[in-house]
């Protein structure tokens, strides 16, 4: 039997990490848990989950510290949540490096099948028991992806991708030229779980921002349609 994968779910409000643990281990997960943003990081440092699923407002040191420190060592996927409807904070938290976001009072069953989409994202197809090197690979230009290992490069320079950075240029790439909505990118990246134009436009952002770090230029935007890969 596949051992079940980790889910360390972070707040500070006990009855919420309890039915948050309740519907997790229901879907077939682990569930760690940390009641401030200082032992989610000692967490972590134990050992990695799969996922973290993390609230923003928190005392001793918030959801988007977190994020940071988290990000500055690891591409874990991170679910945000907030009591806040605030755009600022949805962005913001997006930017950061967040895979996807769910405000309070949320459905725990929706919950966990964010949790499910973004571990889908973030699992390699299986690849055939024979396969050369390069099949795994697409590249454009420059730009060139790897995806059995995740990770993608500018020339010679890696640029690290959180999971939905990944899908989402990977989709790109896989059909150079052509402009996808932003409710194809939602389909394709997303799956079933519906979000936000912003959420999409956010994940662009922060992935031009990475490739202009390695004097690069990924995406191009198409006004009133949508996005498609900027290379020729």
């Known amino acids: 039997m596949a051992e079940r994968p980790t889910v360390l779910v972070v707040d500070d409000d006990p009855h919420l990490r309890e039915i948050v643990r309740f519907a997790l281990e229901q879907g077939g997960f682990r569930v760690d848990e940390a009641a401030d943003g200082r032992a989610a990081l000692t967490q972590v440092d134990r050992g990695l989950p799969a996922l973290i699923v993390l609230d923003i407002m928190m005392p001793e040191l918030d959801g988007l510290a977190v994020c940071r420190e988290v990000r500055r060592k690891h591409e874990l996927p991170i679910v945000f949540l907030s009591s806040r409807d605030d755009e600022v904070d949805r962005i913001l938290g997006l930017e950061l490096g967040g895979d996807d976001y769910l405000t309070k009072p949320f459905s725990p069953r929706e919950l ?11 699992r390699p197809a299986p690849a055939p028991e024979v396969e050369a090197p390069a099949a795994r690979m697409q590249s454009r230009g420059p730009l060139r992806m790897d995806a059995e290992r995740w990770r993608a490069w500018w020339q010679d320079t890696e640029v690290v991708l959180t999971v939905t950075e990944f899908q989402l240029l990977a989709t790109l790439l896989r059909v150079p030229g052509k402009v996808f909505t932003r409710d194809e990118l939602m389909n394709r ?8 134009d912003r959420t999409i436009d956010s994940h662009v952002r922060r992935v031009r921002q990475k490739f202009a770090s390695a004097g690069g230029d990924v995406i191009e935007t198409v006004h009133g349609l949508g996005y498609r890969l900027a290379l020729p």
């Open 189 to 196: 990246v997303y799956d079933d779980v519906v979000v936000s």
């Open 112 to 122: 966990v099948a964010r949790v499910k989409a973004v571990l889908r994202r973030a």
